[in-house]
């Protein structure tokens, strides 16, 4: 039973900055990867950024040199800071973990902030 919990999520206006976090509680599996998803009206859900369990990273081409995923292991964290934020990164986000065996890939999501960045 793994429960992500995000916060941090708001109204910013256009070039402003924003951190979002996801707390994990209940029974923490060892995750193979954490990351950030966003959804926006009318849109696919789509990659932001993931961090794997070896400290690997992986952005989307949108926010590359705009927004950095981060951890603190001590709290179960992960955080998304996002820096010089465009009208189009309005959406929600929702936090991700992954666990995968040699027979199941498991997604764990959290129940998403609203990111709403005014122009």
């Known amino acids: 039973q793994v429960q992500l919990v995000e916060s941090g999520g708001g109204l910013v206006q256009a070039g402003g900055s924003l951190r979002v976090s996801c707390a994990a509680s209940g029974t923490i599996f060892s995750f193979d990867a954490m990351g950030w998803y966003r959804q926006a009206p009318g849109k696919p859900r789509e990659l932001v950024a993931t961090l794997a369990s070896g400290g690997s990273t992986v952005y989307a081409d949108s926010v590359k040199g705009r927004f950095t995923i981060s951890r603190e292991n001590a709290k179960n964290t992960v955080y998304l800071q996002m820096n010089s934020l465009k009208p189009e990164d309005t959406a929600v986000y929702y936090c991700?973990?992954?666990?995968?065996?040699?027979?199941?890939?498991?997604?764990?999501w959290g129940q998403g902030t609203q990111v709403t960045v005014s122009s």
């Open positions: 991700n973990a992954k666990r995968i065996t040699t027979r199941s890939h498991y997604d764990y």
